[in-house]
Nanobody, 114 residues
Framework: QVQLVESGGGSVQPGGSLRLSCTASTNITAIIWMGWHRQAPGKQREMVATISNHDVKVHVNSIQGRFTISRDIAKNTIYLEMKDLKFEDTAVYYC????????WGQGTQVTVSA
């Protein structure tokens, strides 16, 4: 079992920034993939960015150049640095970890509004 605890969501204006954090209950170097997904109201959950245990990073096209995934192994934590936030980035953001199965955090709300 892997527990994931997210933090860092909130409300910002367009163009603003936020940093999400996700701390795992286990050594993240043992986790094959970790990442961030999001689910906007009325839409399916979608992948945003992932990072492997070998530090390979994938960012989806819609957030390229604006969001950056990173990790701190010593803290068993991954981050999602979000800049130039847009209205369409409003969603619940979920941390995910994969070790033979998917584990999910409880989600953190990000709201972009004027």
């Amino acid at each position: 079992q892997v527990q994931l605890v997210e933090s860092g969501g909130g409300s910002v204006q367009p163009g603003g920034s936020l940093r999400l954090s996700c701390t795992a209950s286990t050594n993240i170097t043992a986790i094959i993939w970790m990442g961030w997904h999001r689910q906007a109201p009325g839409k399916q959950r979608e992948m945003v960015a992932t990072i492997s245990n070998h530090d390979v990073k994938v960012h989806v096209n819609s957030i390229q150049g604006r969001f950056t995934i990173s990790r701190d192994i010593a803290k068993n934590t991954i981050y999602l640095e979000m800049k130039d936030l847009k209205f369409e980035d409003t969603a619940v953001y979920y941390c995910m970890a994969w070790i033979n199965q998917n584990y999910w955090g409880q989600g953190t709300q990000v709201t972009v509004s004027a």
